[in-house]
């Protein structure tokens, strides 16, 4: 008998870029509800509204360091301290992810930085151009791609089981993107309509649906409120809040 492939679920908590177009939360999402892809201030209300338990969360995969996809950390190790989490939390991102989120907690909340004082441990894990590695039932694979000159941004291709989702993090087209792209079965795509340069244009998406496999999904987010040449055509648009099962 044929073994039916895993279903996928993702559930977006945000779909906006840093300007919160249209009132969107920050672009953010979560992959079979343990998986959460950038963790921008609006996590943590989102959750709520779902009615999700952040307890739930196994790994945090952070694209880059700006804050619409970064500072939403320190809320969410807040309510990990009183919510009663014990099982620990990884939290994985470019080369200085354990510095800069320290940092981060310590200036916002510098109590539950302390020794002793949680019941579970932040453990992290530094991504690479091409390193691939396992976490926390993920086989992520990590790739460079081009966005700011001043920051590095990774985007994530993760095999969850016999399924794969790409996530492209903020990006133009480039080489690193692509090559994360065959074969995945869902791929999760930053989209600017407004021609700004240091975003993925439509034509960068449609770019990435000519190297995808025929069957993929592409799902466009971090949307910056203005209109699409091709008004989305065959893409999959996601709003704040939106659940899709890809079986």
Do not use: W
Not at 15 to 22: D, I, L, R, Y
């Amino acid at each position: 008998m044929a073994i039916e492939p895993q279903s996928l679920n993702l559930t977006f908590l945000g779909s906006g870029n840093a300007f919160a177009a249209e009132g969107r939360a920050f672009s953010s999402f979560l992959v079979d509800g343990r998986y959460l892809f950038d963790c921008g201030p609006t996590v943590l209300q989102q959750l709520r509204k779902l009615n999700i338990d952040a307890n739930d969360i196994d790994a945090v995969f952070i694209s880059h360091f700006h804050a619409d996809h970064f500072f939403g950390l320190p809320f969410l190790l807040l309510d990990a301290k009183y919510g009663g989490r014990s099982k620990d939390l990884v939290i994985v991102g470019p080369p200085g992810i354990e510095h800069h989120s320290e940092d981060l907690l310590r200036l916002g909340y510098p109590h539950v930085t302390a020794e002793h004082t949680t019941d579970f441990r932040r453990r992290y894990v530094e991504v690479l151009d091409g390193c691939e590695t396992d976490i926390a039932g993920v086989t992520l694979t990590a790739a460079s791609v081009e966005h700011v000159p001043e920051m590095q941004c990774f985007a994530f291709r993760a095999r969850i089981g016999d399924r794969v989702v790409v996530y492209s993090g903020d990006t133009t087209l480039c080489s690193g993107l692509l090559s994360l792209i065959p074969g995945a079965d869902v791929i999760v795509l930053e989209c600017s309509c407004n021609g700004v340069p240091v975003h993925l244009s439509p034509e960068g998406v449609e770019t990435v649906r000519k190297h995808a496999s025929p069957g993929a999904h592409l799902i466009v987010t971090h949307l910056d409120g203005h209109d699409h040449p091709n008004d989305f055509a065959n893409l999959i648009v996601a709003q704040d809040l939106a659940i899709f099962t890809f079986d």
